[in-house]
């Protein structure tokens, strides 16, 4: 039952991740295209700092180090963290979906590795303090 909780914790740790990494992405959107410079970078950090995405993308952040606390106190590490790869899947397919971000042949290709890959080490579970 154990597995089933950690599993659980680390899909929402990857979903609050995604879900992060989408809100800075529209948040920075808003942005444009600008230059990057040292002049232009802190009018854009100011900026960036008051805009609801990029701060819903930080509080999904802050939440899902929180929830990443609780995994790392139940799980081992080498079996939590590549779990964590599913953020690449899930965000790829979001950003094709939502942005219209390309989805070419060898990013579904590292997609479909990356899948096989967490399913092997999802085999492998093994509670902390066996």
């Avoid at 929402?12 to 809100?23: C, H, M, R, T, Y």
């Avoid at 410079?37 to 008051?50: D, E, G, M, R, W």
């Avoid at 106190?73 to 953020?87: D, F, H, Q, R």
């Avoid at 479909?112 to 999802?122: D, H, K, P, T």
Wanted: aromatic share 14%; glycine share 8%.
């Amino acid at each position: 039952m154990l597995q089933y909780k950690v599993l659980a914790l680390i899909l929402l740790d990857v979903i609050l991740n995604v879900a992060g990494q989408l809100s800075l992405k529209r948040g920075m959107a808003q942005f444009g295209n600008f230059g990057i410079s040292i002049a232009t970078l802190p009018h854009i950090f100011l900026k960036s700092a008051f805009n609801i995405y990029v701060l819903m993308g930080l509080a999904c952040y802050v939440m899902g180090f929180l929830v990443w606390l609780i995994v790392l106190a139940k799980a081992e590490v080498s079996y939590a963290y590549p779990l964590i790869s599913l953020g690449y899947v899930f965000t790829a397919i979001l950003a094709w979906l939502i942005f219209n971000e390309a989805m070419t042949d060898i990013r579904i290709a590292g997609i479909l590795m990356i899948c096989i890959g967490v399913y092997l080490i999802a085999r492998s579970y093994q509670p902390i303090g066996r």
